[in-house]
């Protein structure tokens, strides 16, 4: 009989538009996860972690190609390939997906502790004392947090796929508890029986739970969040887009007037248009977001330049720069106004330059600040530069240990002196180095060359760790994620100076954050400290500011001007 034949597969017009659109969507998807791999230290890409939500597309597309391909195939596809499919790869990938939108809500709270002083849970410190795995957990990063919990969970589904498998004879009829098998008349009775049933549950409620409880939680949490990079956007568009998947499966299978739309439509498409719509906001948004700060970028280096021309033989009395290079090369190099601060309200200098921008630093850096942290999540630029400044001008210039003393009674009083100054400014950089670029202790690390840092680590890394013991490193290309928040005590002793001075630092890491403030270091003070140490890095992160949060602060200001003038 004709119902008896053996099933084929199907390669009409359909499949093959299907098979076309899986090959075309993926190269599509590799040039772009391409792209944005290779433009991973751009400041939008280093605070996204991208790497964790590409990880994520991968085996939510390899679900989706098995989907496109499943109209052609599935006349003869074994039974038991789409549970294994659907129970593995798409928990797997909607798990880490929804585990890398987390990434969006813990930066933006993180943020805010540059602009609201938020105390930590007492808790944690104390927890940071205890074993077990409890603790240990707790004392994890974030990206650590989300894999464990992504793991656990995982292990749990792939237990209880595997017993669904045993014990159900659907897909075998050898073993397993008897009538559970797969009922019907013909081969493809039985094969749409084997996707039906109890033992589809799990991978149903993993679904259900991650798009009707996990993606509404992070909308709610997400809605007073306006960032300037499009992450809110892609965050609320990804949880959107999965709302339907899984009513709408369940919908195809079980409803008898389905069944004309599956003839061309198959029940697990339904997923595969939420899966296209994700990889859609996940790669393409940020590539876009990428381009658009290179144009933003290039038109402030343009506007820097035309001003620059315009009033490089200014003779009104405005501030000119006569060298061929532009003020951003002479802002890599260290350079800053002479006069201590930038008249930005004269009419022939431009506020996207490095002098607008130094005049907002210096005079009120709060608002430029509250942006960076709330908007564009790079608020620790911002607080670097401000507590550079702060540490230049809080101390007075050092002693001159005697150069033009006289007496011996002078001239050690003068070293005491110059020695003290020394130690208090190098405890005052120390902090500095911890809170803003020691991969090892800050929160956020702000971008600084790689030389900078190999710099900066040889004169403050030892005494850091002196003081604060050793921790685990933080992957440099992820700043966002937070260092373990305890560590075991350290015991260590600094080396005495030439003088016989020494101190013994029994540090515990746990403890609260004002407490850390006044520690002190008072072993040797390297060789390469000075007050210029931190020129060259903060030369880098003002360039940075200049050409991403700078232009971006000034056109919402203009913006808000404007709309105000309207009104």
Sequence with gaps: MESDMKPTARVDSLAIFYAVLAGTWTCCLLAGATFLLRNRDSP????????????????????????????????????????????????????????????????A????????????????????????????????????????????????????????????RKWHSSWGIPGTEARGKTEAERQAEMVRGWEWWPSVFWQIF?????????????????????WRLQ?????????????????????????????????????????????????????WEVVRHRNLRQETLDSIAQWEKKNKFSLNGAKSI?????????????????????????????????????????????????????RDFSGENIAFLTS??????????????????????????????????????????LRIYVNYISSRDADFQVNLPSQTIKTLEAVFEAPARTLFGDKSDVDPATPFDMPPAAVSQRKGSASGSSTGDSEKAIVDACIQPDRQDRLQYGGEIPDGFSDTVFDEAEASIKYLVLTNTWPKFVKERRSSMDSVESA
């Design 210 to 230: 991650w798009a009707w409880i996990v993606a509404p939680i992070i909308l709610w949490q997400s809605r007073g969040i306006h960032d300037t990079q499009g």
């Design 44 to 107: 939008i890409l280093r605070i996204r972690g991208i790497a964790l939500s590409i990880c994520a597309v991968g085996f939510l597309h390899c679900y989706w190609v098995s989907v496109q391909f499943g109209y052609m195939t599935g006349p003869v596809m074994p039974g038991d390939a789409e549970y294994w499919i659907m129970s593995t790869w798409l928990p797997l990938g909607i798990a880490l997906f929804h585990a890398s939108n987390t990434r969006f809500l813990h930066v």
């Design 235 to 287: 965050t609320i568009a990804c949880c959107v887009a999965s709302l339907h998947a899984a009513p709408m499966w369940l919908v195809a299978l079980y409803v008898p007037a389905m069944e004309k739309v599956n003839q061309y439509w198959i029940p697990p498409q339904w997923i595969a248009v939420s899966i296209m719509v994700i990889e859609m906001f996940t790669i393409f948004l940020p590539c």
């Design 322 to 374: 006569t060298s061929g290079s532009t003020m951003v090369d002479s802002a890599v190099t260290g350079w800053k106004s002479t006069d201590g601060s930038v008249k930005t309200s004269h009419s022939n200098e431009s506020i996207l330059t490095m002098g607008a921008l130094e005049h907002v630093l210096e005079r009120n850096p709060g608002p430029l600040l509250e942006f960076s942290a709330l």
């Design 109 to 168: 709270r993180a943020q805010r502790r540059f602009v609201v002083y938020e105390k930590l849970d007492a808790g944690r410190h104390t927890k940071g004392r205890r074993k077990g795995l409890l603790a240990r957990f707790y004392r994890m990063d974030h990206t650590s947090k989300v894999f464990a919990l992504v793991g656990a969970g995982m292990v749990f589904q792939l237990f209880v796929t595997v017993l669904m498998y045993v014990v159900s």
């Design 388 to 429: 550079v400044a702060e540490w230049k001008s809080a101390l007075p210039p050092l002693t001159s240990a005697g150069r033009n003393s006289c007496h011996p009674e002078k001239l050690a009083e003068d070293l005491t002196q110059s020695k003290d100054q020394v130690r208090e400014r190098f405890n005052r950089a």
